[in-house]
């Protein structure tokens, strides 16, 4: 189940509060262009678990752990939009 995290151990803190930016448009796998997410620790452009689920599949290979959406206007920015932890696997504020 996911569910939102009061406090996350894993470093978010250190994130830069507008997220990673990339020129990338679609999954870096498969090519897919809805609901991308983009990796906040190398800025690895994945699809989501309702497609090729290739953002997990980059976590659970590199470890790195906390993704944001990408919007088909332009990157959400941290304030409006949401940051997950695999490791605590929940949404972070």
Known sequence: M????AECTHGA???SSS???SSKKACEACGGTEDLR???TCGY?????SHGGHDTEHFEATG???IR???RG??????RGWLWCYLCRGYLD
């Open 2 to 5: 996911k569910r939102a995290v």
């Open 74 to 79: 332009g990157w959400l920015r941290r304030q």
């Open 13 to 15: 803190g250190e994130l």
């Open 64 to 66: 790195h752990p906390f």
């Open 69 to 71: 959406p990408r919007a």
């Open 19 to 21: 997220g990673l930016r």
């Open 38 to 40: 983009i990796c906040q």
């Open 45 to 49: 452009v994945g699809c989501c678990e």
